[in-house]
């Protein structure tokens, strides 16, 4: 790490953080895909 990475830590941790948002979003979206699909399964059946 750099200098001003140790100075900033606060930039660091912010794309952390962004970068771990988007990674729960695309876990959310799969998630909630997966129990629509298994509860149209259910239904169906």
Known sequence: ???AAIKEPT???QI???EHA???KDIASFLAL???ITA???WAY
Request: no cysteine; net charge negative; hydrophobic share 60%.
């Open 1 to 3: 790490m750099s200098a």
């Open 11 to 13: 930039t660091v941790q």
């Open 16 to 18: 952390i953080t962004e």
């Open 22 to 24: 988007d990674l729960l």
């Open 34 to 36: 997966s129990l629509f």
């Open 40 to 42: 149209v399964l259910i």
